[in-house]
């Protein structure tokens, strides 16, 4: 599923003309690659059962974060992210939905380099295809 959602990223115009592909990873941001920047993690997954055992749907939560130098930017990525995934069918995914938004900032001591964040929450239902 992971490899799929990012690829859903990566195919989107909109998303790309803000966020360079390599700036788009799972887990972390690798140092030295500048922002903007977009991190996902899964929050929470769970396999289906049927009484016969794993029926092969996985439902899911994904936080992705949004990360920028400005609020405006932070936010302009925010959009671009929902606008592709919330509703997204297709490639082994059966709905993507948005179903939380926080913005924040991230913390330290010297104010012009703190980033902005917007985190998006989505729930998937998957099936490997």
């Not at 997954?45 to 130098?69: F, H, W």
Request: charged residues 20%; glycine residues 12%; positive net charge.
């Amino acid at each position: 599923m992971e490899e799929a959602l990012r690829a859903v990223l990566l195919a989107s115009g909109g998303v790309i003309s803000l966020v360079p592909a390599a700036r788009i990873n799972w887990g972390e941001h690798p140092q030295g690659t500048g922002s903007p920047y977009i991190t996902m993690m899964v929050v929470g997954d769970n396999e289906g059962l049927t009484m016969k055992g794993p029926d092969g749907l996985s439902q899911g939560r994904v936080q992705i974060d949004c990360y920028a130098p400005t609020a405006l930017l932070a936010k302009q990525v925010s959009r671009a992210v929902r606008a592709v995934l919330h509703g997204h069918r297709g490639g082994g995914f059966r709905l993507v939905s948005h179903v939380a938004t926080r913005d924040s900032r991230e913390g330290g001591t010297n104010e012009a380099e703190r980033l902005h964040r917007v985190s998006l929450d989505f729930t998937t239902s998957w099936r490997a295809t």
